[in-house]
C-alpha cells in the first residue's frame, strides 16, 4: 500500500472530515473484470503492466464456477475472473460486454451505515450486507448497482489479513515486468443519451459524492461528433467517477461506439497513476502496447507552449513519446492513451501522471477526440 502523502502525489487528494459524510468512503477496493480468458490476461498484466500475482481463487480451491486472479501493484488490485462452468454469470456477463468491469469495488468503514443510507435514498442493494470468515479474520460486504450491469461492492476488510477475500488462497508467480503504475486515479463510466444527470444524481444522493468538474457544448467536440462529461468524487478526491454521455452529432460518437459494442452502459478507461510516465511509456510499447496517435501539429502549436508553460521534461520528449500535456491553476499533468485493449473497442487505459493538477486535461480533449475519431474511421465504425 502507500502512503497519504504518495497519494497525494500520484492522484490529487484535497482535505475532507469523513465525520458528516452519510456514505463514507476509503478508497477503491478493486477492479473486478470478467475475461475471456483470466488465465492468460493475468499473465498479460503480470508480464506487460508489471503487476504481481497475490491470491487465487478456482476449482483447486473449492470455487467451480470461475477463476479469480488478485493482481497488485501500488494501491491497485486487479481481479480477473474467467469462467469455467458455461452457466457462470461470468460467462454470461463476459458474452453480453466482453472483456471489461463488472465491479467497482470501494472500501468502506461501515457495510451497514453506507447501505442503509443507499436504501433509503432509492439504489438497488444486489448483495445484503453478510460476513465471511477464515483463519485470517473477517471481511463484512454487501453490493448496490449502478449504471449498467456494474455493480458496487461495498468492503469492510478492517479484521482481515488474508490476501484478498475469505475462498482465496495466497499465490505468487515469477517475476514479473516493471512495475508501471502505483495508483488508480479514477474509472470512467459511458451511459446512454440523457442518462448522464440521472447518475450524476445517483452519486449525489446515494453516495453523498460532490460534482468536481462538468465537461459539455463544445468542450468536447469536433466537426463530427461530440460528449458530454461529468465529475463527481468522494469528499477527498480518492475515488472520482467521471461519467460520458453521447451529444448529437452528425457522426456517432466515441460514446456511441461504446454503447453498441459493449451493449449498454459500462466503464470505459480506467486511469493509472504513475511517477514517471516517460519510463511507463517506453515499457510498455516495447511490449507491443498501442496507444493513440497525437499529430505533431499538436506539439508545434504556439498556443501549447504558452499555455503549459515549463514541464518537467522537454515537449520534444513528449511528443517523441506521444504524451499529452495541460496545466490549470492548479499545476500541470502528463497523460496518454492507450487503443482498446480487447477484441472489442471499448475499454482502454489512460497512463497519467499528475504535478499538482486536479483536472482531467480538459486543454488536450480536442487533440484526444480527434485522435478517438481517427481510430473509429478505421475501424469503420465512424
Known sequence: MLDAATLQQLVGLVEHDAAHDPFPVSGWDAVVWACGNATQAAMFYQHVFGMELVAYSGPETGNRDHHAFVLTTGAVRFVLRGAVDPDSTVADHHR???DGVMDIALEVPDVDRCVAHARAQGATVV???HETSDEHGTVR???IATYGDTVHTLVDRSRYSGPYLPGFVARTSPAQGAQVFRALDHVVGNVELGRMDTWVDFYNRVMG??????FVGDDIATEYSALMSKVVA?????VKFPLNEPAVGKKRSQIDEYLEFYRGPGAQHLALATDDILAAVDRLRAAGVQFLDTPDSYYTDPSLRARIGEV???VEELQRRGILVDRDEDGYLLQIFTKPLGDR????FEIIERH??????KGNFQALFEAIEREQERRGNF
Do not use: C, I, K, Q
Open 234 to 238: 468522494s469528499g477527498d478526491h480518492r
Open 127 to 129: 448483495v445484503e450486507p
Open 141 to 143: 460486504t454487501a453490493a
Open 312 to 314: 518537467r521534461v522537454p
Open 96 to 98: 453480453a460486454h466482453g
Open 209 to 214: 459524492f460532490t460534482n468536481m468538474a462538468e
Open 356 to 361: 499538482g493538477s486536479l483536472g482531467f486535461g
Open 345 to 348: 473497442p471499448t475499454l482502454f
